[in-house]
């Protein structure tokens, strides 16, 4: 799978685990648990991939996008540790996994939408290389999601 489709893939499987959660009913606490896990987990290992992988292809054609990018993964990155302070019952999890869930929305429309960081990757870089970088941002993840694991 090329890079683009590969990272669309993750912002949509993303998208449906924030779904799953605003469905589960609040007393689920488990539930809730292990969903806001596979969030995290999800985001740590598309946000590093994306950043040492995909940025640095198209950094020289979109520079300020990508440190707008960098920002919004440093930011989502501090609000998921803040979270592990609260238990997901808590009211103020509740309000920053909704705070979570705009900024990933927003940043994914950025990347996604016309002008975006994927469109500008999709113009300049060749069908090939996307791929080997689809395979290279593959095992990133795995790697990621193995050492979230240990």
Known sequence: MNAIDLLKHDHKSVHKLFLDYMSTHEDDVDRREELFQGIEKQLLAHSDAEEQIFYPAVKNDAPEMIEEALSDHQEVKQLLSEM????VDDEEFDKRINT???????????????GGVFEIARER??????????????QRKQSTHDELAA
Not at 84 to 87: A, G, H, S, T
Not at 108 to 113: C, H
Not at 125 to 138: F, T
């Open 84 to 87: 592990l302070e609260f238990e």
């Open 100 to 114: 979570l869930m705009e900024k990933v929305e927003a940043h994914v429309d950025q990347e996604e939408g016309p």
């Open 125 to 138: 870089i060749g069908d090939q290389e996307l791929e080997d970088m689809g395979w290279r941002i593959e």
